[in-house]
Nanobody, 122 residues
Framework: HVQLVESGGGSVQTGGSLRLSCTYSGGSRNCIGWFRQAPGQEREGVAATGTDKIAYNDLVRGRFAFSQDNASNTVYLQMNSLKPEDTATYYC????????????????????WGQGTQVTVS
């Protein structure tokens, strides 16, 4: 089955940048994306892609950029102009569900998750 390994989290000051990486293995996927969860809050979609588009949460649009390198099976999340409210555990997720493209930022569409990486902005 699909396995996902994230890296790149850390602590940064307001206005700084971080780049998260997620390497996936174990099979093909229809959708892949980044989610985040702050303490006491629901997990929310940040950026994700399916067949032909990239979806962004409005809270990060213009500051975060999703990209992928199919040769290395790696996806990235470049995070710029970070704010304290971006503090959360960030998760990479993948889906083999045929309908995941219909709700790219919906966590219910995803059936494989990484272990998460912490991002702290102060």
């Amino acid at each position: 089955h699909v396995q996902l390994v994230e890296s790149g989290g850390g602590s940064v000051q307001t206005g700084g940048s971080l780049r998260l990486s997620c390497t996936y293995s174990g099979g093909s996927r229809n959708c892949i994306g980044w989610f985040r969860q702050a303490p006491g809050q629901e997990r929310e979609g940040v950026a994700a892609t399916g067949t032909d588009k990239i979806a962004y949460n409005d809270l990060v649009r213009g500051r975060f950029a999703f990209s992928q390198d199919n040769a290395s099976n790696t996806v990235y999340l470049q995070m710029n102009s970070l704010k304290p409210e971006d503090t959360a555990t960030y998760y990479c997720a993948a889906s083999v569900r045929s309908w995941c493209d219909l709700t790219l930022l919906g966590k219910s569409a995803y059936n494989f998750w990484g272990q998460g990486t912490q991002v702290t902005v102060s």
